[in-house]
């Protein structure tokens, strides 16, 4: 099994800041996934992180928007840029070993 | 675009009776899997179907996926309050990502 880790657990921040969401694996991992959950919604994924190499972005979600930096295999981070109320939400990290494993999630308020 | 319809959106019963909750979808999956998630939690996998037709137990959990891989239940006998949270059903499809549903939220009162 692998046991994710996230920062912060939960924030307010104001329109136009900028948040960045760090994730940790206790294990090496290739592939991270970083996914929104949004009230009402199902989750749906941002990006794909790997390490050494850009990450691979989902349709409706572009890097200026939601920056990624994968380091290593057990760490990863995503930044929510230039927020608004629509990006009020909660954000998993994933990763894939046995099965899919998620992180307990950030959940962010933008005022 | 795959997408997967749960009913009913959200659920609260009395602790005891049994509920069933559906997952539905026009597409075909090569699996379905089922998640639970509690509040401040991630989602954490309970099952995963393959064949159709499969019929999965835990404890008092049973897990169906359709003939035609396009529709699973997850039916809860003798609920507890422990049970209470959003249940998630995610299909994939080859090599493709997971399609999530957007959950069934049950509450189960003592």
């Known amino acids: 099994s692998a046991v994710i880790s996230q920062k912060p657990s939960r924030d307010i921040c104001q329109r136009g800041t900028s948040l960045t969401i760090q994730c940790q694996v206790d294990?090496?991992?290739?592939?991270m996934f970083w996914y929104r959950q949004q009230p009402g919604q199902s989750l749906t994924l941002i990006a794909t992180a790997n390490q050494g190499s850009e990450a691979t972005y989902e349709s409706g979600f572009v890097i200026d928007k939601f920056p990624i930096s994968r380091p290593n295999l057990t760490f990863s981070t995503l930044t929510v840029s230039n927020m608004s109320p629509e990006d009020s939400s909660i954000y998993l990290c994933s990763v894939v070993g046995e099965t899919q494993y998620f992180g307990p999630g950030t959940r962010l308020l933008v005022l | 675009t795959q997408l997967l319809e749960q009913s009913p959106q959200f659920l609260s019963i009395q602790e005891g009776e049994n509920l069933t909750v559906y997952c539905n979808s026009s597409?075909?999956?090569?699996?379905l899997q089922w998640y639970r998630q509690e509040p401040g939690e991630g989602p954490v996998l309970l099952v995963t179907?393959?064949?159709?037709?499969e019929v999965k137990k835990l404890k008092r959990l049973t897990f169906q996926f359709g003939d035609a891989r396009k529709d699973s239940s997850l039916h809860i006998t003798a609920a507890q309050p422990g049970d209470t949270g959003l249940y998630l059903c995610a299909g994939a499809s080859g090599y493709s990502t997971l399609t999530f549903g957007k959950g069934t939220m049950l509450l189960v009162s003592p």
């Open positions: 294990s090496q991992v290739t592939m």
């Open positions: 597409s075909v999956f090569s699996s």
């Open positions: 179907v393959v064949t159709g037709g």
